[in-house]
């Protein structure tokens, strides 16, 4: 029997049969057809599979590390005081519950669309559409934050030389300047990278991690030799409260770790090694920050961090008093936000390649060249669209902004572990959720927690995108989305529902084979 694809293999089914807007929202994705699509590609190009757990565990430690330490660090601070090494514990105990989940997710569904392509598996194509467009905001806004801190590094590194670039060049809008320069430049330089290859991409993505994780370790070095305990007194100068505002915020730290989950189509062996290397990233990243927000409170009182840009530089340069100091740690944080820019990107292009397979965005973002096994087009109108909002956007708008469409992604991962554990608990699961059903549940309801600490302002803008995202939904994807053009038959047949008197075993073969 031949068995229907999304892809072309048979005409879609007329219009008159098509399903009603509530059965569209609810129709899923048969897993079956999410991998058998990783492994044919889209019009007979796909992803190449040159990634062993070493890169896929540098992709999401470079999306991750680094972002909340360099970046928004002078701005977390305030908040939460000496006690913001523990709202880096909260957020990361907040993603580690949700990391487990991706992890079971990822070694089920290994795909490249790690949360939406598991949340249209689960829940269908409308919570698909929601987690999809969230993931949009998600990555390429990420992206953005990111990139609008290398300005601030760069001006360290050239301050010693007694050079800086002006303001108009070096901040966006709004914070004094016309346009952030860096930030456009590592953009486009991580989209030019990323359209020659992805292998070639991971291992320089690697060789930056390791200079990045070298860097943060010979902060703590010189820090710990100025560690002042009295700087952690009082604890908590906000209460409670504030420590649950800064854990909202530097949540956004770790959201790079799912970006490995994104690579599902890229890795040799994806049901083994993706679990892992979710795992040992959310180990690494978690250890290291709470090492470097202890040693910059002991070396600094919390309210110097008020207002102070590149705190780490600074701190590095009044302990040693020696400038080189403060020029190598610039230069490579700059290097740290550059792997950054680098794998989010590539997750951002992922995660769109999928939505385009199921007719959700426009086909362009689904080609895949066949000289460079990469999804050419996408990338260069991602980038393009990236580098725009880096050079343009202040960076306290992105990072709040990026949090609140993180934190509901992985609330709706952990839904999706507790739906296909009760729906499908015959599917072969290369990493099953310790304590479940606890350990989801508690992931959902810690991401729910940090999105109600984060403020109004952030709401509004969440619900204005996810207006847009009705929108375009209605406009174009509900239109031409492939899962809703199958026949009814097609449909069933692609799910393995067959008849009352089939077996379970049977019809779970009919989806998996």
Not at 192 to 208: D, F, M, P, Q, Y
Not at 254 to 261: E, H, P, Q, V
Request: proline share 5%; with cysteine.
């Amino acid at each position: 029997m031949t068995v229907p694809t999304l892809l072309g293999e048979r005409p879609p089914a007329a219009a008159a049969s098509r399903p009603g807007l509530a059965a569209q929202l609810l129709r899923r994705k048969p897993i079956g057809q999410l991998v058998r699509e990783a492994e044919t590609g889209h019009g007979g190009t796909r992803l190449v599979r040159s990634f062993g757990v070493l890169q896929l565990t540098m992709i999401s430690v470079g999306a991750t590390l680094g972002t909340g330490i360099l970046v928004i660090l002078g701005e977390s601070v305030p908040l939460a005081g000496p006690a913001i090494w523990i709202s880096f514990a909260i957020a990361g105990l907040a993603a580690l519950l949700s990391a487990v989940s991706y992890a079971e997710m990822a070694g089920l569904v290994p795909a490249a669309g790690s949360s939406y392509s598991y949340t249209y598996a689960t829940m269908g194509e409308g919570m698909a559409w929601i987690c999809g467009w969230c993931l949009v905001l998600e990555y390429a806004v990420s992206v953005a934050a990111v990139a609008v801190g290398a300005g601030q590094y760069v001006n360290e590194a050239l301050a010693v030389f007694g050079l800086t670039l002006p303001d108009t060049l070096s901040q966006p809008p709004g914070a004094g300047g016309v346009l952030n320069m860096p930030a456009i430049v590592i953009v486009v330089l991580a989209m030019v990278l990323l359209v020659r290859g992805a292998k070639e991409s991971a291992w320089i993505n690697t060789a930056i991690v390791l200079v990045k994780v070298g860097i943060l370790l010979f902060f703590c070095a010189v820090a710990f030799t100025a560690f002042n305990g009295g700087h952690f007194e009082p604890l908590m100068p906000m209460g409670a409260a504030g420590v649950s505002a800064a854990a909202s915020r530097v949540f956004f730290s770790y959201i790079g770790f799912d970006a490995a989950s994104t690579a599902g189509e890229e890795a040799r062996n994806p049901k083994r090694d993706l679990p892992r290397a979710i795992l040992l990233s959310m180990l690494i990243v978690t250890s290291i920050y709470v090492l470097v927000a202890v040693a910059a409170i002991g070396a600094r009182p919390w309210g110097w961090f008020d207002g102070t840009e590149a705190a780490l530089v600074k701190i590095l340069e009044e302990i040693t008093g020696q400038p080189w100091v403060g020029v190598l740690f610039a230069v490579g944080a700059v290097l740290a936000i550059a792997s950054i820019v680098l794998t989010v990107l590539y997750g951002q292009t992922r995660i769109l390649l999928s939505m385009s397979r199921d007719g959700l965005v426009p086909k362009v973002f689904g080609r895949v060249s066949a000289r460079t096994g990469t999804p050419v087009a996408g990338t260069l109108i991602v980038g393009t669209a990236v580098a725009l909002t880096a050079g343009l956007v202040p960076l306290g708008a992105l990072a709040d902004a990026t949090s609140i469409g993180t934190l509901f992604a992985f609330a709706l991962v952990n839904v999706a572990v507790i739906h296909l554990r009760r729906s499908r608990p015959e599917l072969t699961r290369s990493f099953r959720v310790p304590l479940f059903p606890l350990t989801p549940i508690l992931g959902a309801i810690m991401c729910a927690y940090l999105m109600a600490n984060l403020g109004a302002e952030t709401w509004a803008v969440f619900a204005a995108w996810m207006l847009v995202g009705l929108a375009a939904y209605f406009g174009y994807g509900r239109k031409n989305s492939r899962v809703a053009a199958l026949s009814h038959e097609d449909y069933r047949e692609l799910s393995g529902r067959q008849p009352a008197n089939t077996t379970p075993t049977q019809e779970v073969k009919a989806e998996i084979s």
